[in-house]
Protein backbone atom coordinates (compact mmCIF):
# COMPACT_ATOMS: atom_id res chain seq x y z
CA UNK A 1 0.00 0.00 0.00
CA UNK A 2 1.16 3.67 -0.89
CA UNK A 3 2.40 6.06 1.52
CA UNK A 4 1.25 9.66 1.36
CA UNK A 5 4.86 10.64 2.18
CA UNK A 6 8.47 10.69 0.78
CA UNK A 7 11.59 12.41 1.33
CA UNK A 8 13.87 14.61 -0.68
CA UNK A 9 17.50 16.19 0.32
CA UNK A 10 17.96 19.19 -1.90
CA UNK A 11 21.62 18.66 -3.06
CA UNK A 12 24.67 20.65 -2.41
CA UNK A 13 25.23 21.66 -6.18
CA UNK A 14 21.39 23.14 -6.38
CA UNK A 15 21.75 24.72 -3.08
CA UNK A 16 25.02 26.39 -3.91
CA UNK A 17 23.22 27.68 -7.03
CA UNK A 18 20.37 29.37 -5.30
CA UNK A 19 18.14 27.10 -6.73
CA UNK A 20 16.41 25.90 -3.11
CA UNK A 21 13.88 28.20 -4.04
CA UNK A 22 13.00 27.04 -7.12
CA UNK A 23 13.10 23.49 -6.50
CA UNK A 24 10.76 23.92 -3.46
CA UNK A 25 8.43 25.93 -6.01
CA UNK A 26 8.23 23.16 -8.47
CA UNK A 27 7.82 20.73 -5.32
CA UNK A 28 4.66 22.60 -4.71
CA UNK A 29 3.33 23.68 -7.64
CA UNK A 30 3.48 19.84 -8.27
CA UNK A 31 0.83 19.80 -5.17
CA UNK A 32 3.14 18.05 -2.55
CA UNK A 33 2.98 19.79 1.38
CA UNK A 34 6.05 20.04 3.19
CA UNK A 35 6.09 18.44 6.43
CA UNK A 36 9.49 18.99 7.84
CA UNK A 37 12.26 21.16 6.10
CA UNK A 38 15.40 22.16 7.66
CA UNK A 39 18.83 23.13 6.24
CA UNK A 40 21.95 21.38 7.70
CA UNK A 41 25.37 20.04 6.10
CA UNK A 42 26.32 16.10 6.46
CA UNK A 43 29.87 14.89 7.70
CA UNK A 44 31.58 12.51 5.62
CA UNK A 45 30.60 10.67 8.13
CA UNK A 46 26.66 11.26 8.51
CA UNK A 47 26.79 11.07 4.82
CA UNK A 48 28.27 7.61 4.61
CA UNK A 49 25.70 6.39 7.14
CA UNK A 50 23.03 7.63 5.26
CA UNK A 51 24.60 5.77 2.31
CA UNK A 52 25.53 2.81 3.63
CA UNK A 53 23.04 0.68 1.08
CA UNK A 54 26.16 1.90 -1.25
CA UNK A 55 29.09 1.34 0.78
CA UNK A 56 30.27 -2.00 -1.77
CA UNK A 57 29.79 0.54 -4.94
CA UNK A 58 32.70 2.19 -6.44
CA UNK A 59 31.37 5.57 -6.25
CA UNK A 60 30.50 5.56 -2.32
CA UNK A 61 33.02 7.76 -1.31
CA UNK A 62 32.86 10.54 -3.46
CA UNK A 63 29.38 10.35 -3.13
CA UNK A 64 29.86 10.71 0.39
CA UNK A 65 32.52 13.38 -0.26
CA UNK A 66 30.07 15.19 -2.18
CA UNK A 67 26.70 14.92 -0.17
CA UNK A 68 29.07 16.67 2.49
CA UNK A 69 30.69 19.22 0.45
CA UNK A 70 27.80 22.00 1.21
CA UNK A 71 24.87 22.14 3.07
CA UNK A 72 21.64 20.52 2.36
CA UNK A 73 17.66 20.70 2.45
CA UNK A 74 16.26 18.05 4.04
CA UNK A 75 12.50 17.38 3.98
CA UNK A 76 9.51 15.63 4.15
CA UNK A 77 6.43 15.60 1.75
CA UNK A 78 3.47 14.93 1.60
CA UNK A 79 1.13 14.28 -1.07
CA UNK A 80 -1.24 11.34 -2.11
CA UNK A 81 0.89 8.20 -3.75
CA UNK A 82 4.42 10.41 -2.97
CA UNK A 83 7.03 8.40 -3.90
CA UNK A 84 5.79 7.42 -7.03
CA UNK A 85 4.96 11.18 -7.61
CA UNK A 86 7.87 12.49 -6.69
CA UNK A 87 10.33 10.11 -8.64
CA UNK A 88 8.47 11.17 -11.85
CA UNK A 89 8.87 14.83 -10.84
CA UNK A 90 12.80 14.67 -10.41
CA UNK A 91 13.60 12.62 -13.18
CA UNK A 92 15.56 10.06 -14.49
CA UNK A 93 18.87 10.23 -12.27
CA UNK A 94 21.02 10.96 -15.11
CA UNK A 95 20.21 14.92 -15.58
CA UNK A 96 20.78 14.01 -19.59
CA UNK A 97 18.00 11.37 -19.34
CA UNK A 98 15.00 13.10 -17.92
CA UNK A 99 12.26 14.15 -19.25
CA UNK A 100 11.86 17.85 -19.92
CA UNK A 101 10.35 20.20 -16.96
CA UNK A 102 11.57 17.55 -14.49
CA UNK A 103 13.66 18.95 -11.69
CA UNK A 104 16.73 17.25 -12.48
CA UNK A 105 16.58 18.48 -16.31
CA UNK A 106 16.26 21.52 -14.98
CA UNK A 107 18.68 22.20 -12.16
CA UNK A 108 20.44 18.73 -12.29
CA UNK A 109 24.32 19.69 -13.59
CA UNK A 110 25.43 15.57 -13.69
CA UNK A 111 24.71 11.85 -12.31
CA UNK A 112 26.35 13.10 -8.92
CA UNK A 113 25.26 16.49 -9.10
CA UNK A 114 21.56 16.04 -9.81
CA UNK A 115 19.92 18.12 -7.80
CA UNK A 116 17.95 16.38 -5.43
CA UNK A 117 17.38 12.87 -3.42
CA UNK A 118 14.44 11.19 -3.57
CA UNK A 119 13.06 8.00 -1.72
CA UNK A 120 12.77 5.10 -4.27
CA UNK A 121 10.22 3.32 -1.72
CA UNK A 122 7.69 3.58 0.71
CA UNK A 123 10.15 1.92 3.08
CA UNK A 124 13.24 3.95 2.63
CA UNK A 125 11.12 7.21 2.75
CA UNK A 126 10.19 6.44 6.21
CA UNK A 127 13.98 5.67 6.90
CA UNK A 128 15.07 8.59 5.72
CA UNK A 129 13.00 10.76 6.94
CA UNK A 130 14.01 9.32 10.39
CA UNK A 131 17.43 10.05 9.45
CA UNK A 132 16.94 13.94 9.45
CA UNK A 133 13.91 14.15 11.95
CA UNK A 134 12.72 13.39 15.18
CA UNK A 135 8.86 12.85 15.44
CA UNK A 136 8.62 15.92 17.21
CA UNK A 137 9.63 17.73 13.93
CA UNK A 138 7.41 15.67 11.60
CA UNK A 139 3.79 17.11 11.70
Known sequence: MATNRTFTMIKPDAFGAN???????????????LV?????????ERAGQFYEVHK???FYGELCKYMSSGNIVAAILEK?????DFRKLIGATNPKDAEAGTIRAKYGESIEANAVHGSDSDENAQIEGS??????EKF
Do not use: D, H, Q, Y
Request: hydrophobic share 45%; charged share 25%; aromatic share 10%.
Open 131 to 136: FFFSNL
Open 36 to 44: AAKITRLSE
Open 56 to 58: ERP
Open 19 to 33: NTGNVLAMIEAAGFR
Open 80 to 84: ENAVE
